[in-house]
């Protein structure tokens, strides 16, 4: 049932992202705004009625749950993370808010300026809304031992303190910013592939770095990232646990590209050409430290024997990714047949025509 559902939901994400970007973003504008206001609401909501019903728990913000005591705050041991330390990889998700900025700046006005806040604004409000919800739900999570045995433990915890209907209310805004979420990270991933395409990296390119001329999107490049995700789906489909499994591998993967970039930066930055918009300036360094050190931190989380799977996953990945890249460089005789396109300012061509047309 839910590898159904999920499969139609990829195909109507693939629908709006391959057959309009103008409804694609309506509805991502929409669905952004309301799960950002309807957060708002619910935390308020949620401190306001828990203070009149003397529900709010301090202590619960202090407590191990179901899990023991000893050990919870310990580094764990070769193959193991302690319970602590394995939930601070909540914190890695922030990255998918402004690894999405990033991805779309190609199509964005002046992307050195714009990215750049759209990448801090993803992170604040993530991050603060985030903790002060995580804060308020644990507060008011009455047994947090009994509470860990639900399967819907947030949903639960709303519809005790809030009632059936605004419990209800919560999970259609959920659907809502799921589903929008999705759209985002296929949005994303449609576009990688097709830059890839159109700079000659990428299997089939010819076809896949072809812009449709009813539609105005990259339509081949949005079928092919669909099919190979229902096919993902499909491995996955009759695994108990494939939820995990697919978080395990979507958090682990980014932090091993960026750990990857954060190394490339540093070795070549000196040889880069200066940036013509945002700059980091004396900030470079100590954000180069601070970085470095969470990715090496949040690697090592990765050690325990619960992402065994996810590991294999993302070698397999980043196995075949390697092997493609030594296909082109035998194909295209060595490092020089994979040297870069010129690259050329969008903005400077739009303001160029903009002005022609004025003249």
């Known amino acids: 049932n839910a590898w159904v559902i999920t499969a139609i939901v990829l195909v109507a994400q693939g629908l709006l992202v391959g057959g309009s970007m103008k409804w694609t973003t309506r509805l991502n504008n929409f669905a952004v705004s309301a799960e950002l206001i309807g957060m708002i609401l619910l935390v308020v909501l949620l401190f306001v009625v828990g203070i009149i019903a003397k529900e709010?728990?301090?202590?619960?913000?202090?407590?191990?749950?179901?899990?023991?005591?000893?050990?919870?705050?310990?580094?764990?041991?070769?193959?193991?993370?302690?319970?602590?330390?394995?939930?601070?990889?909540?914190?890695?998700?922030?990255?998918?808010?402004?690894?999405?900025?990033?991805?779309?700046?190609?199509?964005?006005?002046?992307?050195?300026?714009?990215?750049?806040?759209?990448?801090?604004?993803?992170v604040l409000a993530s991050g603060i809304i985030g903790f002060l919800f995580i804060v308020v739900v644990t507060m008011l999570a009455g047994d947090?031992?009994?509470?860990?045995?639900?399967?819907?433990?947030?949903?639960?915890?709303?519809?005790?303190?809030?009632?059936?209907?605004?419990?209800?209310?919560?999970?259609?805004?959920?659907?809502?910013?799921?589903?929008?979420?999705?759209?985002?990270?296929?949005?994303?991933?449609?576009?990688?592939?097709?830059?890839?395409?159109?700079?000659?990296?990428?299997?089939?390119?010819?076809?896949?770095?072809?812009?449709?001329?009813?539609?105005?999107?990259?339509?081949?490049?949005?079928?092919?990232?669909?099919?190979?995700?229902?096919?993902?789906?499909?491995l996955f489909a009759e695994q108990t646990d494939t939820l995990f499994l697919l978080f395990g591998a979507a958090t682990l993967l980014p932090a091993v590209i960026y750990a990857a970039t954060v190394v490339l930066y540093i070795v070549k930055r000196k040889?880069?050409?200066?940036?013509?918009?945002?700059?980091?300036?004396?900030?470079?360094?100590?954000?180069?430290?601070?970085?470095?050190?969470?990715?090496?931190?949040?690697?090592a989380i990765f050690r325990d024997a619960a992402f065994l799977n996810a590991w294999i996953y993302v070698g397999i990945m980043v196995a075949i990714g390697a092997l493609y890249l030594i296909f082109l460089l035998v194909v295209r005789g060595g490092a020089k047949g994979l040297s870069m396109p010129d690259l050329h300012s969008i903005d400077a061509e739009l303001d160029a025509d903009a002005a022609h047309k004025g003249n």
């Open 56 to 122: 709010l728990n301090i202590g619960n913000l202090f407590s191990t749950g179901a899990i023991p005591a000893e050990g919870y705050f310990s580094i764990g041991t070769l193959t193991t993370a302690g319970p602590w330390i394995m939930g601070t990889l909540l914190g890695a998700f922030t990255i998918v808010g402004f690894e999405s900025a990033a991805n779309l700046a190609e199509e964005t006005k002046h992307p050195a300026v714009v990215v750049p806040k759209a990448m801090i604004q993803a």
């Open 271 to 299: 040889q880069l050409p200066p940036s013509k918009g945002f700059t980091l300036g004396k900030w470079e360094v100590p954000v180069i430290i601070l970085a470095s050190i969470w990715l090496i931190f949040e690697l």
């Open 144 to 234: 947090p031992v009994e509470l860990a045995s639900s399967s819907t433990p947030i949903a639960d915890v709303i519809t005790r303190v809030l009632g059936p209907f605004v419990g209800t209310a919560l999970l259609v805004m959920v659907v809502i910013a799921i589903f929008a979420c999705g759209m985002v990270i296929m949005l994303t991933g449609v576009r990688l592939t097709w830059a890839m395409a159109r700079d000659e990296r990428f299997p089939g390119h010819k076809v896949l770095g072809r812009i449709n001329k009813s539609t105005g999107t990259p339509l081949a490049a949005t079928v092919f990232y669909t099919v190979v995700a229902e096919l993902i789906l499909a």
